[in-house]
């Protein structure tokens, strides 16, 4: 082989080697979205939902791990701490997100520092009650209430989590009193719901509705500015005469500090391309859980507003954890 031939030999090979290490390069790995919360609730099936048609966009994989305690802190400080390259995110609702620094004294990360991703759903909470409670209405359950101050029981997802502050303002609105039972995430604190071990629960309309529809609990009112399309029968808070009680839960996807905004979209528009399909729509659907997809910049200033909005909650109630 002449000199001529070995020289282009070489250079194919090296263009070869070049074109492979890029398209190495350019192909996702391991896509690992951690819920900070149990298997069961919402927190965790809207993620699970979305990884099966990720998949498409991370041949390497997607996997959701359940990493739980302390309010969704410890799942967050793993994230908080990971490479940010965009294939470990946080997929969480508000508590690690929007509403912990509030809350506690120190965390071992800033919660400001989150790069904003995307919000998958946003979905109401409800006023549950146990089928052991009288009440068939909400002013019942505030004549309950105000007739057994103290006694009756109410569930949370956890101390600071949206359950507990939703629970915080109706109080403050309807200047009633509960005993507070938290828990380590919505599912277990429904299955005590249901087995008349607690009497309430601010729980969001994912979880609760099918239990409702069931008769295992009652669903009173919907914290919302219009009633939930998968109960269209339950009343708002404000046609119940309880002004400004107005409680949204939601689940966002947000990425390590240092994530480049180019990153953050490219996953952005994946997960918004996979909640576009119609078989997602419509599990999002029966989970009460409206789809949203937003860009970063976007979730960037819905998440700052809510965090503005339950500030304000966590002072009126004076709630704080060490």
Known sequence: MSLHSLARAGAALVLTACLASQALAQTPGLLKLVVPFPAGGTADVLPRILSEKLRAQYPAGVVVENRTGAGGNIGAESVF????????????PPGPIAINHHLYKKLSFDPTRWVPVTVMATVPNVLAVSTKVPAQNVAEFIAYLKANPGKVTYASQGNGSTSHLTASMFMQLTGTEMVHVPYRGTAPALVDLVAGQVDVFFDNLSSSAQFHSV?????LAV???????????????????VPGMNAVTFFSVVAPPGTPLAVATSAQKAIADAMALPDVKAR?????????????????????AESERWNKVIKSANVTLE
């Open 81 to 92: 701490r990971s490479e940010p390259d965009g294939l470990t995110l946080l997929a969480s």
């Open 284 to 304: 999002f659907a029966e989970q009460g859980a409206e789809p949203r997809g937003w860009s970063p910049e976007r979730t960037g200033e819905f998440i700052k």
């Open 215 to 219: 008769g295992k609990l009652r669903i």
């Open 223 to 241: 914290a919302d500015t219009e009633r939930a399309k998968v109960l269209p029968q339950v009343p708002t808070f404000v046609e119940s005469k």
